[in-house]
């Protein structure tokens, strides 16, 4: 047991690891549209949820994060034999000085493709703005200049956002898998010489 432990710990502290850049939202269940676009229009009615979650409660700067988001059937399988969803969302969320803001609009596209089983496809578009807010910047000695900081070009920096994703479901499950910031790209801290990984945006994938 011992050794399956070390060889676990081994295993696991070799893996590279990045925190997360999308929002993270509670009760998936009730918000799994904004995880897959692929999921609206699922249970066939116009969904709207609104949700703000804050973390880290006491701390200075703890994380806080808003969204509304909502999606609704345009074309229903009576008239066409499929199900055509758009709908869409936006959001804010803070961390201390940074700032990351979206909005989305979706289209999801259903098929039958055998008895009593469906195939989900659908997309989000939309853009993105991070922001630094510098006079919440507290450094240790007033007579410094940080030129990351002070010199900054991200203090305001807008990019196209888009996130894909698909659903195999049916009444009694669902199967889903959905890429995050599709169009992952850089930005720009003010200093070329910084690493370049330290500054871009990354694909995230969902199961």
């Known amino acids: 047991m011992k050794k399956l432990c070390f060889i676990l710990t081994l295993f696991i502290s070799s893996i590279s690891l990045k925190a997360q850049q999308v929002p993270m939202v509670s009760e998936f269940m009730l918000n799994d549209f904004i995880y897959n676009p692929a999921m609206g229009g699922k249970n066939g009615i116009p969904v709207v949820n609104i949700g703000y979650r804050t973390q880290w409660v006491g701390f200075e700067g703890a994380p806080k994060t808003f969204y509304v988001s909502g999606n609704g059937t345009i074309v229903d399988k009576k008239h ?64 410094i200049i940080d030129p990351a900081v002070y010199t900054s070009n991200f203090r305001r920096h807008y990019a196209p956002d888009g996130s894909i994703g698909m659903l195999f479901y049916n009444e009694d499950y669902y199967v889903g898998f959905s890429v995050r910031q599709m169009f992952a790209g850089s930005f720009n801290y003010g200093d070329s010489t910084y690493n370049k990984k330290l500054n871009s945006s990354y694909n995230h994938l969902f199961l």
């Open 80 to 143: 066409s034999g499929d199900l055509h969803d758009v709908g869409g969302y936006i959001y804010t969320d803070q961390t201390g000085p940074l700032a990351t803001r979206g909005v989305n609009a979706s289209y999801t596209y259903h098929k039958e493709i055998f008895k009593d089983h469906e195939l989900s496809m659908g997309m989000f578009l939309g853009l993105i703005e991070n922001s630094l807010d510098i006079d919440q910047v507290t450094l240790p000695e007033k007579n």
